[in-house]
């Protein structure tokens, strides 16, 4: 459990991806998408003007990269 300051925070937190580089992505549901790194910190790292992430994960693909993907209710998008 942790306290996150509420003016970084604005929206419920439904799903977390554990990222290949230490990295907790939390996908809110106002869609955005936090970052917190090992040292606790938290930042706003991309607002989905799609609104609510409906889910997400990460996938290695062919080209030797991982991506971190979500869904809202009318896309699927991807950032490496």
């Known amino acids: ?3 996150i300051e509420e003016s970084i925070v604005d929206g419920l937190i439904k799903f977390i991806v554990t990222a290949a580089d230490g990295t907790a992505y939390c996908f809110a549901d106002n ?3 936090y970052a917190r790194s090992g040292d606790g910190a938290w930042n706003l ?3 989905d ?3 609510a992430i409906k889910g997400a ?3 290695k693909l ?3 990269n ?3 993907f979500w869904a809202t209710a ?3 998008s991807r950032k490496l």
Do not use: L, Q, R
């Open 1 to 3: 459990m942790a306290t």
């Open 31 to 33: 869609g955005d998408i």
């Open 45 to 47: 790292a991309y607002n």
């Open 49 to 51: 003007s799609n609104g």
């Open 57 to 59: 994960a990460e996938w």
């Open 62 to 64: 062919s080209d030797g």
């Open 66 to 68: 991982n991506y971190v």
């Open 74 to 76: 009318t896309s699927i």
